[in-house]
């Protein structure tokens, strides 16, 4: 039996486990997949060894950027956006090697692209870990300036207090890349001026339980069109699969 896995920590609030069984059961496949919850990314290399079995790996905060430097390989996108989601893992003469890839992109560019009008010209990503690497990376193959939010000053960010009312209005879209707000800090939200928010504006929470977080129900009364991250999770979770099956 073939063996898939998610790498990260914690994993409670993972759904990919359960997707990816019933993938399996539903299309008969031989396989199963497990949750690999480690405290430390040291950890990595004892999965690889204790598991001969295993095929492929999906990996999730915190570790996307911690994993690059157990790849044997990277693809053109992950090298470019410095993430890892998918873990293929193969052999090369005789040897154990694993490829990198970064699907976070594609979920992400397929779901949001339907909502974009012409108006959506520049973005603030909020964070600025792998996932809002990934963000970046897709809006800007979709023409969209962008601009990292961070509570901490850093070049090339803005912090939440320097989000002004015309700062807003110059930044139609919106995406959290944060966990603030996920379940069970469910009445938590990005410090935003949500007040500065209008009709114009397209909130995306990559954040997908709860349905609506607090950031996304704000941005649904001010008018705002408003997505959360489970559309991006399922086909995110499609395409690492295909890199799992792919020979490139």
């Given amino acids: 039996m073939d063996k898939y896995g998610l790498v990260g920590y914690p994993l409670g609030h993972s759904f990919s486990r ?3 069984n019933e993938k399996f059961k539903n299309e008969g496949i031989d396989a199963e997949y497990v949750n ?3 405290p430390s990314i040291e950890r990595f290399p004892e999965i690889i060894t204790e598991n001969a079995n295993l095929c492929g790996l999906n990996v999730t905060i ?3 950027e911690k994993i690059i430097p157990y790849m044997d390989e990277l693809s053109e996108e992950a090298r470019h956006i410095g993430a890892v989601n998918v873990v293929r893992i193969g052999m090369r003469k005789g040897k154990t090697h694993l490829k990198g890839f970064n699907s976070d992109v594609i979920g992400f560019t397929r779901s949001i692209e339907p909502l974009l009008e012409p ?13 809002s690497k990934a963000v970046r990376y897709g809006l ?6 962008t601009r990292f939010v961070s509570r901490n000053p850093k070049e090339d960010s803005l912090t939440y207090p ?8 110059e930044y139609k879209v919106i995406v959290n890349c944060t966990p603030v707000g996920m379940y069970p800090h469910t009445e938590e939200c990005p410090a935003l001026p949500y007040a500065a928010i209008g009709r114009n504006h397209l909130l995306y929470d990559l954040v997908y339980n709860p349905e609506e977080t607090l950031f996304l129900r704000k941005g649904r009364e001010q008018g705002a069109i408003t997505k959360n991250g489970l559309e ?4 995110q979770a499609y395409a690492g699969w295909e890199f799992w099956h792919s020979e490139d």
């Avoid at 520049?122 to 870990?129: D, E, Q, S």
Wanted: aromatic share 10%; hydrophobic share 50%; proline share 5%.
């Fill in 18 to 20: 359960d997707f990816f």
């Fill in 232 to 235: 991006m999770l399922i086909l």
């Fill in 119 to 131: 108006i959506h010209r520049k973005a603030l990503i909020l964070g600025t870990g792998g996932a």
């Fill in 162 to 169: 320097q989000l002004t009312p015309e700062i807003m209005d």
């Fill in 140 to 145: 800007h193959r979709l023409g969209i300036e």
């Fill in 36 to 38: 690999f919850e480690i």
């Fill in 62 to 64: 915190p570790y996307k």
